[in-house]
């Protein structure tokens, strides 16, 4: 069975004729603010924007760093490597003098 490719941005329905820009409509807009009053839509609006907008953007930033930064560490490899001819001078002449030419990468964790 082969599945059709969606696309999100075209239309559900024939916009073309009447029916499906009428069905089109009705899937996008709720009828039911027809029946409450301007005052009443301007009274949600602004409880929307003012009592809760504060809190879950705390919220949200809390659950993110939470849960969404030990998932990073888990996917990205922290482990990195570097030459040791790129190091510090000062640290590249202790590494020499210690282990000799044996060492040639040093092996670093990356960390947050």
Known sequence: MALSSFDIDAPR???TTFMGRLKH???I??????????????????LRITFLHGPIQVMMVGVFLIFMVPAACSLFPQRCSIAVSKLEPELRDSIQSKYGDAVQLVYFNKGL
Request: charged share 35%.
């Open 13 to 15: 329905w024939d916009q």
């Open 25 to 27: 409509f009705f899937n």
């Open 29 to 46: 807009t709720d009828p039911r603010t027809a029946l409450l009053p301007d005052a009443r839509l301007d009274e949600a609006k602004a």
